[in-house]
């Protein structure tokens, strides 16, 4: 093709330039003819220029020419034609994929690299109350509440956040994409925690119904004992009295964790001295501890925002697990300041746990070995009620175990959540 748009081309030039030569020549002034074969082939050119240059700005129509200019013309009509198929192609994929959006129940915002909403869908305008022209606005600008703030500003999303929005319980969940850039799925679960709510009431509520029948069998029980009653009898009742304790703290523990669940997020905390309240809980256990001592390495009393009482059952399982499950050797419980915040442990002596079962542990129930269960006795449900905890303080349970060397129960409470008592 360019071959013979260019031969064309050559062949008209050598036309022109020969015509004038020739015309030149028979009246004597060949070199005149020459010079004006080249200037009227250099018209010629210009002409098709300007043409080329008009079309480009959409004033003229294309060149008509069957030499270069032509060919070019016609090179860039058919990528003109192919770059506005492939311009439509993508405008349809792009409103497909925008009505695949819009038909999203779930509500769906995306963010720039700084936290701007470039677009939602119209469950997002629904659930976060947005407005068309809340495009470029900050999104912490928008929704306000703290919870949602405080998860947006961590810029750890490996966990969604549940939160309230004027009485409508949100679940928000952020990915990252491209660079910095965010997508949030926002579901409206009013439904599944009302249901939720229900579970955790109707738990309460049978907790609370059984504790009445409990205390009176325990009352019984401590009144048969005084009496002298013969020795099969004496066995049956030790027996009795021990599942009669058995299920009194499972009641408590189970009246516990329901509290927990239950507590809203969006409380305010209280002040309270960490570091006064593990001394507390040592206090407590010295009856229970046997031959364990429990040492607390701290230097200073370290101030904290959050649930005194939450805290305190926090670190009375762990302090008892250690016991419990540590041959009654050392616990020791330390407490040190960092960058992070303040950092608890809690270490034991004990057997340890295995590590195929270091994940389950704060499930609810779960027991590492059942048959030690009737000789140590709990509920099972010591470490949830930690986890419960301690997510009120924003901190996480930390396990680490190697079998016969003790483990390591440690959390962090966020500095945010630190007093300054420097
Ligand atoms: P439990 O009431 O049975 O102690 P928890 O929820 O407190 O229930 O603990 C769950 C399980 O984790 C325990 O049954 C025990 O097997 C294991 N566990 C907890 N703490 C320790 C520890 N310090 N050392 C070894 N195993 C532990």
New binding site residues.
């Given amino acids: 093709m360019y071959q013979d748009a260019l031969q064309r081309e050559l062949f008209r030039v050598g036309i022109i330039v020969l015509a004038g030569f020739a015309a030149g020549w028979s009246v004597g002034y060949s070199l005149y003819g020459l010079l004006i074969g080249l200037v009227v082939s250099q018209i010629i050119s210009i002409r098709h220029a300007a043409t080329i240059f008009k079309w480009s700005y959409r004033q003229g129509p294309a060149p008509q020419d069957s030499g270069l200019i032509g060919y070019s013309a016609d090179r860039i009509i058919r990528r003109e034609k192919t770059l506005k198929d492939r311009l439509l192609n993508q405008a349809k994929m792009l409103q497909r994929y925008n009505q695949g959006i819009e038909a999203l129940k779930d509500g769906v915002v995306v963010l720039d690299s700084a936290g701007h909403i470039t677009t939602f869908n119209s469950a997002a305008t629904r659930m976060l109350y947005l407005r068309k022209d809340d495009n470029g606005q900050h999104i912490t600008h928008l929704i306000r509440t703290p919870q949602f703030v405080r998860y947006f500003r961590s810029s750890d999303f490996s966990e969604p956040l549940q939160f309230d929005l004027r009485n409508v319980s949100l679940q928000v969940q952020i990915t990252e994409f491209g660079i910095d850039q965010k997508i949030m799925l926002v579901r409206d679960v009013t439904e599944r925690k009302r249901v939720e709510t229900m579970r955790q009431d109707f738990i309460a509520d049978v907790s609370h119904e059984l504790r009445t029948p409990l205390t009176v069998i325990n009352g019984y029980l401590e009144m048969l004992s005084d009496m002298d009653t013969p020795a099969p009898l004496s066995k049956a009742l030790a027996q009795m009295d021990s599942q009669a304790n058995r299920m009194t703290n499972l009641v408590n523990d189970l009246i516990q964790l329901s509290k927990l669940e239950s507590a809203s997020r969006e409380r305010d905390g209280v002040s309270f001295d960490l570091t006064a309240l593990c001394h507390q809980v040592a206090g407590e256990m010295k009856g229970y501890s046997g031959d364990a001592e429990v040492r607390i390495n701290t230097e200073r009393s370290l101030i904290v925002d959050g649930f005194k009482e939450e805290m305190h059952s926090a670190l009375t ?2 302090v ?3 016991i ?3 041959d009654g050797k050392q616990v020791d419980i330390d407490i040190a300041p960092s960058d992070r915040g303040i950092e608890v442990a809690v270490t ?1 002596q ?4 295995p590590p195929e ?1 270091l994940s389950r ?2 499930e609810r129930f ?4 059942e048959s ?2 009737s000789t ?11 986890k419960h905890a301690l997510e009120h303080h924003d901190a996480e349970l930390k396990i680490e ?1 190697a079998l016969g060397q ?2 390591t ?1 440690s959390f962090v409470i966020p500095s945010f959540r630190r007093e300054n008592n420097a």
Wanted: hydrophobic share 30%; no cysteine; net charge neutral.
């Fill in positions: 399982n762990l008892t697990n250690a419990k499950y540590g034991d004990g057997p340890g746990i079962h542990v704060t779960y027991r590492v070995d030690r269960e140590v006795g709990g509920s099972g449900l010591g470490l949830s009620i930690v175990s003790g483990s129960f």
